[in-house]
């Protein structure tokens, strides 16, 4: 969307690398949320930050709504791990997704 | 486990027919939605509602329009399917987090 700059659209990892996603914002958001689609189609939820940063295995979030932007940083990725991923942030009442990122991971 | 129950899965039907597609949260959220994942896998948003108070509606052709009877349901209907209608509608609820249904495929012939 228009409010939502998500990059890299594609990234390729090879096993046991790592690398972020960001999320540009072009108004402040209230919260920001991550997900990431499964093999089946349905959306899986990541992380949700009003502020701050959250970690979740080898996954780590980010969140700064003065500065505009959040990160999601995947560290010695798996093969399963590869999917696309999303970043919907916030305002008062409206969620606003990023166009995704397709993550591949490679042995 | 999911807590946004959507039905049906599937449905295919013909250019002019009317759909109509259910969804539920048992999550006792404030806030429903209808998206749209068109042919490139991009989520828009349709239509959000807050306590039956319709508060965005994302330019949408006025075929499409959504129906709550309290805060826990809401469904999409389409008046005149047209073929560009074919894709995946999800439905989400939020009071903060938004969790989201599993989705329902339209196909249009």
């Known amino acids: 969307g228009d409010q939502v700059e998500q990059s890299p659209s594609a990234l390729s990892l090879h096993e046991g690398t790592g690398s972020a996603l960001r999320c540009n914002f072009t108004t402040t958001m209230r919260a920001v949320q991550w997900f990431r689609k499964n093999s089946r189609g349905s959306l899986i939820n990541l992380f949700y930050l009003a502020s701050g940063t959250k970690e979740n295995g080898r996954l780590k979030s980010a969140f700064d709504s003065k500065e505009r932007y959040s990160t999601l940083h995947i560290r010695d990725a798996q093969l399963e791990d590869s999917g696309t991923y999303f970043c919907?942030?916030?305002?008062?009442?409206?969620?606003?997704f990023g166009d995704g990122t397709q993550l591949v991971v490679k042995p | 486990e999911t807590a946004v129950f959507q039905t049906p899965n599937y449905h295919v039907t013909q250019v002019g027919n009317e759909v109509s597609f259910n969804c539920k949260q048992t999550l006792g959220h404030d806030t429903m939605y209808w998206y749209k994942q068109d042919s490139k896998k991009l989520l828009k948003i349709m239509f959000s509602?807050?306590?039956?108070?319709?508060?965005v509606n994302e330019t949408v052709p006025r075929r499409f329009s959504p129906q709550s009877s309290d805060k826990a349901h809401l469904n999409l209907r389409i008046k005149s399917v047209e073929p560009e209608d074919s894709a995946v509608y999800l439905c989400?609820?939020?009071?903060?987090?938004?969790?989201f249904g599993k989705g329902t495929r339209l196909t249009v012939v």
């Open positions: 989400a609820s939020s009071s903060g987090e938004v969790f």
């Open positions: 509602y807050n306590n039956k108070q319709l508060i």
């Open positions: 919907a942030a916030e305002d008062h009442n409206r969620i606003f």
